[in-house]
């Protein structure tokens, strides 16, 4: 057990830090509301005009796209979302291992030079670094503060070098937001459009053939349509990880106010123990002084 003097100071840093774990977690929790309403709004408008395009491509109708072309790949890009900053428990730990698994798995496919990777977020380009590759642009600013123009020119970036047969599949790493707890890490294709996914997430009447009518021709609606549900789909992706970022920092600075506020009442209980104790021993002291 130690002096009286070493548990108040204990108490009294662990205080500090509980002040600061709990000023944390509100510009945390506050930013976060702000993240979810903003993914919100926005996933269901994306994912509706997702299945919508992707019936559209499948129902039948003679329309040639590169963006869904599946070729031969010999180079490959990835997205990958983290966080600028740490303390938001397994979120950016959880994007790093699975990328690194990802990695791992395409150099044995297409080898480590046909492999680029597009970090957003300094965590994320700080370990692709380490795992000895190059990140192709920076794109710390993204993850700070989400914004669709920048979300575009990355889109448009990618879509370019896919068009010129640069590369000839893009993958998104991301944490998707589920809930203030839950965060889902989700691995997909960018490109080229997967097709299979047509019709996924409907039900009822949704699931009807829908009958298209087309004005000026399909071929030209694609041109126009295809390129904007690209820009959105990075842009969506971008604030769904962000908001992703702020729950898990959230959760993470409330089960440390937690824990800080149990150890204090521990430290606490103990303190007033070893004061009962010095005390009683005074006292003794006193008793068998006067004896004497």
Do not use: W
């Amino acid at each position: 057990m130690g002096s009286l003097k070493e548990i108040k100071g204990r108490i009294n840093s662990i205080n500090g830090t509980l002040k600061i774990t709990s000023a944390m977690k509100m510009v945390a929790s506050s930013k976060l509301h702000k993240a979810q309403e903003a993914i919100e709004n926005m996933l269901p408008y994306e994912r509706r005009l997702h299945h919508m395009l992707t019936d559209f491509l499948s129902s039948g109708l003679s329309v040639e796209s590169p963006f869904i072309e599946n070729r031969d790949v010999k180079k490959i890009a990835i997205v990958v979302f983290a966080s600028n900053s740490s303390l938001c428990g397994g979120y950016n730990a959880n994007v790093i291992r699975h990328l690194q698994e990802l990695v791992d798995k395409y150099i044995g496919d297409y080898g480590k030079e046909n492999i680029l990777i597009y970090p957003v977020g300094r965590k994320i380009a700080d370990a692709v670094k380490k795992m000895g590759f190059t990140p192709m642009g920076d794109y710390q600013h993204m993850s700070g503060k989400p914004n669709y123009q920048e979300a575009a020119d990355l889109a448009a970036e990618l879509i370019d070098r896919f068009l010129k047969g640069e590369i000839q599949k893009v993958d998104l790493l991301y944490n998707h937001f589920k809930s203030t707890s839950t965060q889902v890490l989700t691995h997909e294709t960018y490109l080229p459009i997967d097709l299979s996914t047509a019709g996924e997430g409907k039900s009822g009447n949704d699931n009807m053939q829908a009958d298209y009518i087309i004005e000026p021709s399909a071929m030209k609606v694609m041109q126009e349509l295809l390129p904007k549900v690209l820009r959105m789909k990075i842009y969506t992706v971008l604030l769904d990880a962000n908001a992703a970022e702020h729950a898990a920092r959230t959760m993470a600075m409330q089960i440390a106010t937690d824990n800080a506020t149990d150890l204090i009442q521990e430290l606490t209980l103990q303190y007033n123990k070893s004061r009962q104790q010095a005390i009683t021993n005074e006292l003794l002291d006193i008793v068998g002084g006067t004896m004497a």
